[in-house]
Nanobody
Framework: QVPLVESGGGLVQPGGSLRLSCAASTIIVNLYTMGWYRQAPGKQREMVAS???????NYADSVKGRLTISRDNAKRTLYLQMNSLKPEDTAVYYC?????????WGQGTQVTVSS
């Protein structure tokens, strides 16, 4: 089991920014596809962004141009830079790693966008 530990969530006003981090202490992050999902109250978990081992990124249409996924292999950390946040971005954000079909999830971090 690969421990993934998210951090960086919190309360932010509409239009504000946050950077989420996902520390993966035991893996080399650029060897696998990693990404972020989110789940809002009463809704299904949805894909937010992903990055492949080769560096190809993919985003949900609702976050394109506002959220950016990146990684730092030296720090073994995945990031999600979130700008121009909207109330509809409010959710618990989960990072994951897909190691040859085996998916491991973090515990989640709450993001609340509200004035």
């Amino acid at each position: 089991q690969v421990p993934l530990v998210e951090s960086g969530g919190g309360l932010v006003q509409p239009g504000g920014s946050l950077r989420l981090s996902c520390a993966a202490s035991t893996i080399i992050v650029n060897l696998y596809t990693m990404g972020w999902y989110r789940q809002a109250p009463g809704k299904q978990r949805e894909m937010v962004a992903s990055i492949t081992a080769g560096g190809t990124t993919n985003y949900a249409d609702s976050v394109k141009g506002r959220l950016t996924i990146s990684r730092d292999n030296a720090k073994r950390t995945l990031y999600l830079q979130m700008n121009s946040l909207k109330p509809e971005d409010t959710a618990v954000y989960y990072c994951y790693v897909n190691r040859n079909g085996i998916v491991t999830w973090g515990q989640g971090t709450q993001v609340t966008v509200s004035s």
